[in-house]
């Protein structure tokens, strides 16, 4: 197998870094394989016989820990092909470079991998009634902590009559990160886009429902790659187009992921991705009197006079709050379920024990 002649992996991505891991770990009787889409507990791959669909292994269930030990899209994997079938079994997930996640639906405080090995992502909102920088502020803490470079993306600009205005406070609430306003309509801001699609880059979309991410997406790749459907115009919501997350190559040998939009962005231990997208407030926190500070009636509180002079944004500052408050929470909830899923599994492993030890007695 020559990996370094297969365009086929290679419009998704795969290069020198991925086959000196894969080689290193020596897979042995498998080939490696990106996951392209998934479709529940299916997948399907693209390997160097072409595209399949795909499903885990019984060892790789029982030996996963996590939901976030599956994989997901953009994961590369190893995978065993099936004779005479056009299936493989995935038996590995590569080690990723960057994940992107998110608390999954439930009661059961766990993470759900959004998208896996991006370079770049792409946060997009629309110049709409939909427009929230609040809304903006979450998704980048998520960009953040995924380890991915997040551009906000700002779409529909054709329908906006302050643009500048717009990114101006966009840029306020996201220090260090690049803001674009582009019309797909108007075939506006295609070249700012440039040098985020570069050659085996991988950039995943990401946003709420009628941002324009399948519009967006079907623009530049220059065909209509994904449907689209209209927004709702008394609130600017759109349905949900796409339905599962997916990677397409682009013509310039860029690959982009189109994931669901999401109605709201539940935050996963992300702490570290909260301090980056607000280091502004953290950076003001840090002059504050006593290390402790709560920012809310202590005397030489930096954060309060920046406030009161006009420097902090209170809506900002309520952000940072709220978004510390919820993962506060989730952390605790985490521990607490943790705690008993251990208890829980030394039980059974208790009863396993006896088992075998009155079976033993027996014989």
Not at 41 to 66: D, L, P
Not at 84 to 105: C, F, S, Y
Not at 346 to 363: F, H
């Amino acid at each position: 197998m020559n990996l370094n002649e297969n365009e086929q992996m290679q419009a998704f991505g795969w290069n020198e870094h991925w086959k000196t891991r894969f080689l290193a770990d020596e897979y042995k009787e498998m080939i490696p394989a990106r996951v392209i889409a998934q479709f529940a507990n299916q997948y399907r791959v693209i390997t160097q016989h072409g595209e399949c669909m795909a499903a885990v292994s019984g060892k790789f269930q029982f030996e996963a820990i996590r939901r976030s030990d599956f994989p997901g899209v953009g994961d590369w994997t190893a995978v065993q092909p099936l004779a005479g079938e056009k299936r493989v079994v995935i038996q590995a997930v590569l080690p990723r470079t960057t994940v992107m996640l998110r608390k999954a639906a439930g009661s059961i405080p766990e993470e759900q991998v959004i998208g896996a090995n991006i370079d770049t992502l792409l946060i997009v909102n629309a110049l709409n009634e939909d427009f929230n920088i609040r809304k903006i502020e979450r998704y980048l803490i998520v960009a953040w902590e995924s380890g991915a470079v997040p551009v906000v993306l700002l779409t529909k600009a054709d329908l906006c009559d302050d643009v500048a205005v717009k990114i101006a406070a966009v840029e306020a609430a996201a220090p260090g990160v690049f803001v674009h306003a582009v019309s797909a309509l108007q075939d506006m801001g295609r070249d700012a886009l440039s040098p985020y699609l570069q050659p085996g880059c991988t950039v995943a979309l990401t946003g709420s429902s009628g941002v324009g991410k399948s519009t967006l997406l079907n623009w530049l790749a220059g065909g209509d790659l994904q449907r689209v459907q209209g927004i709702r115009e008394d609130d600017a919501r759109g349905r949900h187009t796409t339905t599962h997350r997916e990677l397409f190559p682009l013509p310039g040998g860029a690959v982009m992921m189109d994931t669901p939009g999401m109605r709201e962005l539940q935050l996963w231990d992300a702490e570290e991705g909260r301090q980056e997208a607000f280091a502004d407030i953290e950076a003001v926190a840090a002059a504050c009197r006593f290390r402790d500070c709560r920012h809310e009636a202590e005397d030489g509180c930096a954060v309060k006079q920046a406030i009161a002079d006009g420097t902090l944004d209170p809506r900002r500052f309520a952000s940072y709050r709220k978004t510390g408050r919820e993962l506060e929470y989730m952390n605790r909830k985490e521990q607490t379920v943790s705690k008993r899923l251990k208890k829980s599994a030394e039980k059974r492993l208790g009863t396993n024990s006896d088992r075998r030890k009155y079976s033993q007695m027996d014989e």
